[in-house]
C-alpha cells in the first residue's frame, strides 16, 4: 500500500467495523485513494458510504458523486440521485429532486418522469431524423419547451406518420419538398 493509503487507513480509528469494511472494499474494487476519500468520513453512516461507493464504482466521475456526497441526504436519496446520474441524466437534471426536503418516494417519482421525458425526446429525435429532418436544431428548441404529455402526443403522431410510410407512398413536406417511395431495401428520395 501507498504511504498515503496507509496514512488514511490510519485515520480510520474512529470509524466503526462496517464503515471501515466500505473504505476497504473501495480499494478491493480499485478506487483511487481519491475517490475513497470522497466517502470516507465518519460523519456518513455506512449505508451512505456504500451509496457513494456504488456511484464511483459505476463510472460516475466525483463531480457527479458530489451532488449527493452530502451527510443531509439519507442513503435512500442517495440512491436515486445515484441512479438518475447512472440512467444519463445530466447534473443540471438531477438538481430538480436533489433536494433533502423531497423523500426518497418523491424523488424515484421525480426521476421517473425526467427519465421518461428523456427517453421520448430521444426516440422522437430518431424517428425525425430518421424519416423528416436533416437539420434537428429547430426541432430540439421545439421539444425541449415540450410537457411529457406534449412529447407523448408528438411521439403518436410521428409514429401515425411512420405508419402512413410502411403503407404507401406519400409526400413529405419540406424545403424544397420530397418524394419517398418504399422500397424492399428501405426508401429512396425520388
Known amino acids: 500500500m501507498t504511504k498515503s493509503r496507509d496514512k488514511l487507513l490510519f485515520e480510520l480509528n474512529n470509524f466503526d467495523k462496517k464503515q471501515k469494511e466500505e473504505v476497504y472494499l473501495g480499494f478491493i474494487n480499485g478506487l483511487s485513494l481519491e475517490q475513497v476519500k470522497v466517502y470516507?468520513?465518519?460523519?456518513?453512516r455506512v449505508t451512505?458510504?456504500?451509496?457513494?461507493?456504488?456511484?464511483?464504482?459505476n463510472g460516475l466521475t466525483l463531480e457527479q458523486v458530489k451532488v449527493y456526497a452530502d451527510k443531509k441526504f439519507?442513503?435512500?436519496q442517495m440512491n436515486q440521485?445515484?441512479?438518475?446520474?447512472?440512467?444519463?441524466?445530466?447534473?443540471?437534471?438531477?438538481?430538480?429532486y436533489a433536494s433533502h426536503l423531497f423523500d426518497s418516494d418523491e424523488m424515484e417519482r421525480m426521476r421517473n418522469k425526467?427519465?421518461?421525458?428523456m427517453e421520448s425526446k430521444e426516440?422522437?429525435?430518431?424517428?425525425?431524423?430518421?424519416?423528416?429532418?436533416?437539420?434537428?436544431?429547430?426541432?430540439l428548441e421545439i421539444i425541449d419547451n415540450c410537457s411529457y404529455n406534449?412529447?407523448?402526443?408528438?411521439?403518436?403522431?410521428?409514429?401515425?406518420k411512420i405508419n402512413q410510410i410502411n403503407t404507401q407512398d406519400i409526400e413529405i413536406p419540406e424545403k424544397p419538398k420530397k418524394i419517398y417511395k418504399k422500397t424492399p431495401t428501405g426508401y429512396i428520395q425520388l
Open 114 to 117: 425526467i427519465e421518461n421525458r
Open 81 to 96: 440521485i445515484r441512479l438518475g446520474l447512472e440512467h444519463g441524466l445530466t447534473i443540471g437534471q438531477v438538481t430538480v
Open 40 to 44: 470516507a468520513n465518519e460523519e456518513f
Open 150 to 160: 406534449e412529447l407523448v402526443e408528438l411521439q403518436d403522431k410521428i409514429q401515425e
Open 123 to 139: 426516440l422522437i429525435l430518431e424517428c425525425l431524423d430518421e424519416f423528416f429532418c436533416e437539420d434537428e436544431s429547430d426541432i
Open 74 to 76: 439519507d442513503y435512500l
Open 48 to 57: 451512505q458510504m456504500g451509496q457513494i461507493r456504488l456511484g464511483l464504482e
